[in-house]
């Protein structure tokens, strides 16, 4: 079945800089990738997300990378801001079913001032 | 629109008793989904369904029970608590089909059983 692996675990940054996180599936043929993200006594909620059909999408600070070859996607966040300390999930749906979707293990991400 | 509501948000239980947890949606959305949260193992899906009386397993359904009598309204049972399922549980809905739209949640319900 669909395997998401989610890397790094935890990551600080300073206040300006970049940020990545980087998750892998194993299904081939899964085509829709979501980033969420989870603000302290909160839900997951939707930030970016990607088709399979292009290879990169940004708003704003965020960006999403996409590599079907190496089967990896990634989330970018420039410029950081305090704001931007959540955990992050990414996600994927094994092509088989069009009911479920697999998150990775989380990103606890720590802006620091 | 309130979106996805869940009640409570918090619970203490102790070992043995029984409690539902309500997940309520306003967005006429077909699927819904239960998920528990625990500390680095991210979001495991425990049951979810399709549509108004239909309900299927997830990856750790066991010591859940779920029902789907209105569209709006997922309910999930635990019939006899345990200290393992302390944990934060998430209702999450969407329109149709998980390909190329993304779930919505809600804030989630805290249950610690002793």
């Known amino acids: 079945g669909e395997n998401v692996e989610q890397h790094p675990s935890t990551l600080s940054v300073q206040e300006g800089d970049s940020a990545v996180i980087k998750c892998t599936y194993s299904d081939s043929a899964s085509n829709y990738f979501p980033w969420y993200k989870q603000e302290l006594g909160k839900g997951p909620q939707l930030i970016i997300d990607?088709?399979?059909?292009?290879g990169e999408k940004k708003d704003q600070r965020i960006a999403v990378t996409l590599n079907k070859t190496a089967k990896h996607f990634s989330l970018h966040i420039t410029e950081t801001q305090p704001e931007d300390s959540a955990v992050y999930f990414c996600?994927?749906?094994?092509?088989?079913?069009?009911?479920?979707?697999?998150f990775g293990s989380g990103t606890r991400l720590s802006i620091r001032p | 629109n309130a979106g996805v509501t869940q009640t409570p948000k918090f619970r203490v239980l102790k070992t043995g008793q029984s409690m539902t947890l309500l997940c309520a949606q306003d967005?006429?959305?077909?699927?819904m989904y239960w998920y528990r949260q625990d500390p680095g193992m991210g979001l495991r899906l425990i049951h979810y369904?399709?549509?108004?009386?239909?309900?299927a397993k997830g990856e750790v359904p066991d010591g859940y029970n779920v029902s789907r009598l209105k569209k709006q309204n997922f309910l999930l049972g635990l019939e006899s608590a345990a200290p393992s399922q302390t944990s934060v549980y998430f209702c999450?809905?969407?329109?149709?089909?998980?390909?190329?739209?993304?779930?919505?949640f809600g804030d989630g319900t805290r249950l610690s059983i002793l």
């Open positions: 967005m006429n959305h077909e699927y």
């Open positions: 999450a809905s969407i329109p149709r089909g998980v390909r190329n739209q993304p779930q919505h």
């Open positions: 996600a994927a749906p094994p092509y088989s079913s069009a009911s479920k979707i697999i």
């Open positions: 990607i088709r399979s059909n292009v």
């Open positions: 369904s399709v549509g108004e009386g239909t309900t």
